[in-house]
Each structure stands twice: as C-alpha cells, then as structure tokens.
C-alpha cells in the first residue's frame, strides 16, 4: 500500500517560501560567510549604489531576470508577472529580517551556526518553490524556466546561474570599489553545491508532500456540491 502523503497547501507554502528565503540570504551574510549566490549581484550593486537597500536593488534584479526569461521565450508569460508580484513580497522581507537578525549574538561559533541554518533554509525553500505549483520568486524561477527552455538538468543550470552570478559580483566590486564585496567562503559552497542540496530536497518533498492549490480545491468542491 503507497504511504499516504501531506498535503500542503500551494498558497501556504508560498508564504512559507518567501519567509524562509529572504530570512536564509539574509542570516547567511550575518554569518560573515559571504551572501548567497543568487542575492550576491543585488548585494554588490547595493555596495556600489547605496541609495536603495538591499531589498530594493534585489527587485531590479529580479525585473532583469524575468525580462530575459521573456526575451528568450520570445513571448509575453502573464504567469511571470505574477512571480514578479511575488518578488516584490521577498524584497519587503529581506529589509524586515535585517532589522532582527541584526541583534543577534556575534562569535565564531554562532556564525558557523547561522551559516549552516541559512543553508539548509535556502535548500528547503528553493526545493518548495520548484514543487508548489504556484508562481515563485523570480531568482528560483529563472533556473528552473531555463531547464525547460535549454532542456539541461537542473542541478547544472542551477550551478551555472549562481557562478555567473558570483562572476558579475566579483568584477563589478572589484572594478566599483577597488575591492571584493560579500563574497565568502559560504558563497563559494552555496555556489558549488546548492544545486545538489536542492535536488535531494525535491526528493524528499515529494516522497512526503502533495502539493494542492486551495482555491482550485475549494471551488472543485463548491462545483461537486
């Protein structure tokens, strides 16, 4: 007999989604590790243009992503515009958990904790977003719409995409700032391995979670009544 699965709803998850991700990029630059792959060109262009925050420079990034992702569908996708929206929810996040993750204790010990937290947050919420069955945030969204489109496994495009980003990070602050800004080595290891971590996430998610939209659930009932 198949083991009986979970089921979260798509919506909650979402919202799960955008508290654990922006919390993880944020508690992994705490950590003194170096940001996040995906957040490091935001991170950097906040160095060199420090007036917008964070949050801010991250929802221009994600316009940037969601543009390409058109260009190369070479059509308009509604369904993008939607993780847009979404977007600017994560961005609100990253500069509301600034405010309390930056009175937490500081020590070696505590940032090697915070890193290994941070971590294991990004791997969960980035495998939730793949799995949710609903529009996700723009940075999760690009890899996983360039394995449709370039028909490549997701690990390596995932990979790729984070390299790249620590590669226009590294020459812009480099260039910008006479110096290298945010990365560390937690962001070299996020960069080499998150692919992986996120691919053994989606496994176990699905071997324990159905994913199920409320709203379609709720109006099929409604329907059969």
């Not at 992994?28 to 420090?50: K, T």
């Not at 221009?60 to 308009?76: E, S």
């Not at 996708?77 to 993780?83: G, N, P, R």
């Not at 910008?176 to 990365?183: A, D, P, V």
Request: aromatic share 10%.
């Amino acid at each position: 007999m198949p083991k009986q699965k979970t089921v979260l709803y798509s919506e909650a998850a979402l919202v799960i989604i955008m508290i654990l991700n922006s919390c993880a990029v944020d508690l992994m630059l705490y950590s003194g590790s170096g940001i996040s792959a995906i957040s490091s060109v935001p991170y950097a262009l906040n160095q060199i243009l420090p007036f917008f925050s964070l949050g801010t420079w991250t929802y221009f990034f994600q316009l940037g992503l969601v543009l390409i992702l058109m260009i190369l569908r070479k059509r308009f996708v509604l369904s993008y515009l939607f993780s847009f929206v979404i977007g600017l929810g994560f961005s609100v996040m990253l500069d509301v958990h600034q405010i309390w993750i930056s009175q937490l204790p500081k020590g070696l010990i505590y940032d090697l904790i915070y890193f290994m937290i941070s971590y294991l947050a990004m791997s969960i919420g980035i495998a939730l977003s793949n799995q949710c069955l609903m529009p996700i945030i723009p940075t999760d969204l690009f890899p996983r719409e360039l394995v449709m489109i370039i028909h490549k496994p997701y690990a390596n495009i995932k990979i790729s995409f984070d390299l790249i980003c620590l590669a226009i990070t590294l020459l812009s602050t480099s260039l910008c700032l006479g110096n290298i800004q945010g990365l560390g080595l937690g962001t070299i290891i996020t960069a080499l391995t998150m692919g992986k971590a996120i691919a053994i996430c989606q496994r176990q998610l699905s071997s324990h979670l159905q994913f199920q939209r409320y709203i379609h659930h709720r109006s099929v009932r409604t329907h059969s009544a």
